[in-house]
């Protein structure tokens, strides 16, 4: 697989399985964008994906399920690399609690990571 010229954004790049994700799209090639919402974590993998590719990595410390976020990490992405090929949305959110004692909203809120991106 090539992904050579091909820019992507990966959410909850900060750790996990977008960054592993990041990591492996490094090496194929990719320009990429790493969101989340910790700064630290984002450059460790920044710094991982840049040894491992050619280029490094736009960081974009943001929240999904925030629209404004969203909006500006896809700014950032064209205002960067002048376009946008491929979105990983790897970002989620965890809700505690037994199916039992987990509110309705509560379940909305976990979802919204899913949701949100596609405005």
């Given at each position: 697989?090539?992904?050579?010229?091909?820019?992507?954004?990966?959410t909850g790049a900060s750790s996990g399985?977008?960054?592993?994700?990041?990591?492996?799209?490094?090496?194929?090639?990719?320009?990429?964008?790493?969101?989340?919402?910790?700064?630290?974590?984002?450059?460790?993998?920044?710094?991982?994906?840049?040894?491992?590719?050619?280029?490094?990595?736009?960081?974009?410390?943001?929240?999904?399920?925030?629209?404004?976020?969203?909006?500006?990490?896809?700014?950032?992405t064209v205002k960067k690399f002048g376009?946008?090929?491929?979105?990983?949305?790897?970002?989620?959110?965890?809700?505690?609690?037994?199916?039992?004692?987990?509110?309705?909203?509560?379940?909305?809120?976990?979802?919204?990571?899913?949701?949100?991106?596609?405005?």
């Amino acid at each position: 697989m090539d992904f050579k010229g091909k820019v992507v954004i990966i959410t909850g790049a900060s750790s996990g399985i977008g960054a592993a994700t990041a990591k492996y799209l490094a090496e194929l090639g990719a320009s990429l964008v790493l969101t989340g919402r910790n700064i630290e974590n984002l450059q460790k993998v920044g710094q991982e994906c840049e040894a491992a590719g050619k280029g490094k990595p736009l960081l974009v410390v943001a929240d999904v399920c925030s629209e404004d976020d969203n909006v500006r990490v896809v700014g950032e992405t064209v205002k960067k690399f002048g376009k946008l090929d491929v979105l990983v949305n790897n970002a989620g959110k965890g809700v505690m609690g037994s199916i039992e004692t987990t509110s309705l909203s509560q379940w909305a809120k976990k979802g919204n990571p899913l949701k949100e991106p596609v405005h």
